[in-house]
C-alpha cells in the first residue's frame, strides 16, 4: 500500500528553500547571419507535431519571430529527456521542456547545462481519463482499476500525490505500460480501465475510442502547485545573449497567447504548415489548452504571461521533494533564468 502523503508533507520546507538568487557551457549555435539578415534559431516541440504547439507556427505565420529578428526552424522534439539531451549537445537552440521533468533531472545531475526561460501552461496538464461507459465518474472510482501509463513520465512520477490528494489509494492501482497510441483502443476494448493522458488529447482518444466520450480527471484540480510545458535554452545563450532568448520568448508566448484566443486559426494554421495533420484534431487541442494557459501570481500580483512564480517555483521543489523524486536542498534557481519572457 502506498504510504499516505499529505500536502503538507509534500510542501515541508518550503519556506525554508531559497526563493530568490542570482541566476545564471552551451553547445555550437546556428550559423550566424549575414549583417541585417534574421538569427537563424532552431526549436524543438514537446513531443513530436501536435497541435497543442500551434503557437510557433502561429507566430512564425504572423511574422513576430520575423519582427523579432529571428528566422526560426520548428522541429519534432523527442519528450524532456531527448530534448535536454539535444539541447545540450549545441543541436538546437531552445526546447520544449516538461517543467518538473526539467527540474528533476537538474537535480539528479543528469543535465545540469541548461536553463528554463518561459513557461507555456501554468498548470500540469496531465489527466486520467476514462470511458463514461465505464461508470468511473470521479477520482475515487478509480480504486483498484487498470490504468495504462507510460513508466517514468511526469503523469508517473506524480501520480502517487494525485491519488493522495484525490482519495484514493495509488497502490491499489495496476498500472499497465503500453505505447501511446494504443491507449484509446486498449480503452475501448476494456484491456484497462482508464489511461493516464494530458488533457488536450481528450478529442484524439475519444477518436481512437471509436468516438466513445471520456470523462476527464486532471490532476491540476489537487496539484495546482505544479507547472506544465516550458521553454528552455542552453544554460550559456541565456547568460551570454539574453536578448535574444527574450526576442524569442516574446514571439512564443505572443503566438501561444494569440492561439488560445483563436483555436481554429491556430489549428488550421497548423495543419496548413505540417503535412498530414488534422485540422479538427489540432482546433481541439489548442481550445483545450485555455484553461490552462494564464498569467500567472506572485507575491506582487498578477505576472506577465509565460513567466515563472518563484513561489510556484518553491512550493513545486517541496512538493518533488516530497515524492522522493528531487533531493533535498535542490535550488530552482540554478535551473532557471527569470525575466526572460517580458
Not at 509534500?10 to 519556506?15: D, P, T
Not at 552551451?26 to 532552431?42: F, L, S, W
Not at 494504443?182 to 475519444?206: K, N, P, T, W, Y
Amino acid at each position: 500500500m502506498t504510504r499516505p502523503i499529505s500536502r503538507r508533507a509534500m510542501l515541508a520546507g518550503a519556506a525554508s528553500l531559497p526563493v530568490a538568487a542570482a541566476l545564471g557551457c552551451t553547445g555550437d549555435r546556428a550559423a550566424a547571419p549575414a549583417p541585417g539578415e534574421p538569427v537563424p534559431v532552431r526549436m524543438l516541440t514537446g513531443l513530436g507535431f501536435q497541435g497543442r504547439e500551434a503557437y510557433l507556427d502561429v507566430a512564425i505565420e504572423k511574422g513576430w519571430f520575423a519582427e523579432a529578428g529571428l528566422a526560426v526552424e520548428v522541429l519534432p522534439g523527442e519528450g524532456t529527456e531527448q530534448n535536454l539531451t539535444l539541447l545540450t549537445a549545441g543541436q538546437t537552440e531552445f526546447a520544449t521542456l516538461d517543467v518538473n521533468a526539467a527540474l528533476i533531472e537538474f537535480s539528479r545531475g543528469s543535465f545540469t547545462d541548461f536553463r528554463l526561460t518561459a513557461v507555456l501552461q501554468d498548470l500540469l496538464l496531465s489527466c486520467v481519463m476514462a470511458l463514461e461507459s465505464s461508470g468511473i465518474a470521479r477520482p475515487r472510482d478509480l480504486e483498484g482499476a487498470t490504468i495504462a501509463y507510460i513508466p517514468g513520465g511526469i503523469n508517473d512520477v506524480v501520480f502517487p500525490a494525485y491519488a493522495q490528494l484525490a482519495g484514493f489509494d495509488a497502490g491499489s492501482v495496476e498500472l499497465v505500460g503500453l505505447p501511446p497510441p494504443s491507449f484509446g483502443a486498449a480503452l475501448a476494448e476494456g484491456r484497462v480501465d482508464a489511461i493516464m493522458q494530458f488533457v488536450v488529447g481528450r478529442h484524439a482518444i475519444e477518436a481512437a475510442a471509436g468516438g466513445e466520450p471520456v470523462v476527464v480527471f486532471p490532476y491540476a484540480d489537487w496539484l495546482s502547485e505544479l507547472y506544465g510545458s516550458g521553454i528552455g535554452c542552453a544554460a550559456g545563450l541565456a547568460a551570454d545573449d539574453p536578448d535574444l532568448v527574450r526576442r524569442f520568448n516574446r514571439a512564443a508566448v505572443r503566438g501561444l497567447a494569440y492561439a488560445v484566443e483563436h483555436p481554429q486559426e491556430a489549428g488550421e494554421i497548423f495543419a496548413a504548415r505540417h503535412q498530414g495533420q488534422d485540422v479538427e484534431a489540432a482546433v481541439a487541442e489548442v481550445a483545450a489548452l485555455a484553461g490552462y494557459v494564464r498569467p500567472g501570481e506572485d507575491y506582487d500580483g498578477q505576472l506577465p504571461l509565460g513567466e515563472f512564480a518563484e513561489v510556484r517555483l518553491v512550493q513545486s521543489v517541496a512538493l518533488l521533494e516530497g515524492l522522493g523524486v528531487i533531493e533535498p536542498g535542490f535550488r530552482f534557481a540554478d535551473a532557471v533564468s527569470p525575466g526572460l519572457a517580458r
